[in-house]
């Protein structure tokens, strides 16, 4: 499959006269798909070892590696929850958005299988199971909310224009959007929530979906497809997953493809899924969509083989660099960077300051069983996080600009007293060009070049003694962190 | 090799020509001059927000002589007709500046919901992340070029309903710049200080950390502009210019010279006296010294600490300290904003999430009331001096020009020349606009 997609897109670009970008070097390599499938930057021994190492398998290897991390459950339930819920809704409830991360994690863990993820999501009822709910939750537990969320999550479909009009530029009527919404119309959720009592939702069997201005009942019927029997024995919602998550449903799979291509590269393979049903010519990118959407399945939608083969092509591991203007982005010709997330960003802050006063580092990274997230790290996604937009733009402003100068999240990683790796480089063995090492491969994940190891160590040769030296590292450490370079994943 | 990323000769020149050094205040008193002159100037808002939901009837709407009107008395103003509460008496001399809405009517009467509404124009709890009014009245009337941040906020309450303080799906760049979010520090018992009875008010992540020198920052910024030319030399995505220059923006808002819009005390201290000397009348000090630096909107909150408008019990002397405090700030801040010519470009919007009941309660007491309650509006385009709307004797109805809070926001964005139909887009691709109400014309000069 990853020679296909290679050929592919390679075709494509020399059709289209591109010369796709150089080969990225193992360390960009390193630290980009750290980032993505783990969610931090590496550790310095792991470049290293890395680095040094000269088995001509070696990045199948690390991808293994990381797949198998728990940095991979976590920054995988990251990302989904992030992408569930709707923006902001984690910050009122924390708790159920710890569970949610814990219920999630442990299914990425495990590698569920992407279909039965999914089944289990939307079957969610709460009670001893805390953490699904909050999807139904947080969506209000109305129909047409979780259904415009379902239809763009999990088939690729933006339904929620056809909610109270026809689709302006798809074929989707207001009626197919509250047949899809009726799927939902018996789920609800407790009548009055108690301090202590679990949230619970209930399959009724009443309750209908209608549209808004006629108020006319619509049964519940699949998009694009028929309307569902009345079955007695079957819930409306079970009903639902049973269609949704069948090998033959091709937006189901196609949905799941074109995220995670997303999830790698910055944008989706085929832009949106609503218009290439109507489409009467497929585009090579579709094409291509629908073949891996086939090995998907093929695989038994599991997803970390779907993350092993898109890593191992040659158009994920090439350089984001290109000479001369940039190719058109649907090319794939050269990787796009994408800022970090504020959860990539403050966990890998984190990994240069642990912080001592409490276990919190454990949880966000190697996630155990508790209940409560690390307040320091909420409160700084809080203020760092932009909502559900395009991946690969920047779209911070002054003030996360102030709070990365001057805020603790930075200044603990570089406080020379605080900095776990600042005391690192203190060891008596090291000398200057060890210590510029250590830093540069610290954050950057690559060794300095001459320039940036020679003006390094002619500041560091000037400092008079020990505590001048550390400030200097300190300076330069700050300065590394809040570069440009760091801030983004490329 | 020369030492390029860090030249300390050239660090400590710096720091000798000023850059790092102590600013001077001499250019301060042009500067409102040259803001109010300036042909290009927009104009600004300031939003006193009153947490808890104020007595509208021991305010600005009293029935004097009627069982619910409390043992307050009426005073003329200096707009023939329009009488306010005896505890607003500095305020009443720029009652001519002044508009009351007094037929405002609502259905939120929980404080987490009315809070959303007011603030944001629409009930809690839809699938629209909505931002506040405030952030996206900020983002029209900002200019790129300006240094200070385009909302700026004081003293914010912080637990009730956070999303309608936040800037929602216009996304964290549009998000206030929060003042005196630390409670001010307990006054010590020993006093030297000359202005150690005011508060102060910082800006969060302004000053550099703790135990960073400003010889350190400066070092710290060198390296950091090297390192950041030579990887964007070679680099041309917009995505790493925009985080570039993002910084810039944030170092420049660090400049002694800028930062120093929020030092009070540059400030006299008899003019920090006439305002007040706690967080709501330092803040309209503040306000005032943002606008003048052309800070399209700052919001100032009193009784944000506990909501301290929510006066279920003992209401009249919790009003009477609020009216106190309320009257001195915000009477100050009409007089020096008139001084500098700077009202006429200065919107004002008072308002809370709901009034309160009519009918006195068995604690003296007033409870929750949307039903009919008031707000006010002032200065810039907004014709003064007269009441819009009127209540019933009782003050529990609207009997006349009853207005939604979409009316009030539209008629905000107005007086700013903001069209209140204007659009900001969800990331869902919906449209929405600022305000969904109809503009009062009878306000609006």
Redesign the interface.
Known sequence: MADRIDAVLEQQARRQGVTPSAAATDAEFLRRVSLDLAGVVPRVSTVRAFLADDAPGKREELVDRLLASGGYANHMATTWRNRIL???AD??RGREAAALQKWLRNRFAENLRYDNLVGGLLLATGGDELGPALYFQA??VAPE?IA?SAAELFLGL?L??AQCHDHPYANWSQREFWGFAAFFARVKGPEAMGAQSAYRLTDLHAGEAKLPASGEVVPPRYPGGEVAPEDAGVTRRAQLVLWLTSRDNRYFSRAAVNWAWEHLFGRPLAGSLDDIMDASEKTPNVVLLDALADYFVASGFDLQELWRTLTLTRVYQRS??SSGE?PPAELFARM??K?LTAEQLYDSLLLLAPQRDSAAAGPTIDATGQLEEDARRSEFVR???????DP????????????L????AV?AAA?PEASSLLGALEAPFMDDQERIEVLLLATLARPPDA??R???A??LA?CRDGAERR??LS??L???L????F??NH | MNSELLDRRQVLRLAGAGLLGACCARWLPALATAAAADPRRRRSCILLWMAGGPSQTDTFDMKPGHNNGGPFQEIATSAPGLRFSEHLPQLAAHADRLAVVRSLSTKEGDHDRGTHLVRTGQPPMGPVAHPSIACALAKELATPAQSLPAYVSVAPPQQVSPAAFGPGFLGPSYAPAIVGSQPPAPATAVQSAPQANFVDLTLDDLDLPAGVSELQAARRTQLWRAWEDKFLALRHDAAFHAHHAIYRKAADLMRPEVRAAFDLKQEPEETRRRYGPGVFGQGCLLARRLVERGVPFVEVALGAGGLGWDTHQDNFTQVRRLSAELDAGWATLMTELQQRGLLDSTTILWIGEFGRTPAINQMTGRDHYPQAWSCVLGGGGIAGGEAYGRTSADGMVVEENQVGIGDVLATLCAALGVPPDHENITDAGRPVKLAEGTAIDALLA
């Open positions: 709707p923006h902001g910050a009122a969506h209000d909310k415009a933006k929620h224009c984001s660099r940039a796009l960077p800022p203020r760092m996080r932009p909502p559900p937009g690969t733009a920047y779209r911070a402003g002054t003030l996360q600009a102030l709070l100068m001057n805020g603790d200044n406080a320039i940036e020679s003006s390094l002619a500041a000037e400030q200097v300076d330069a700050w300065a590394l809040n570069s440009t370079e801030a983004f």
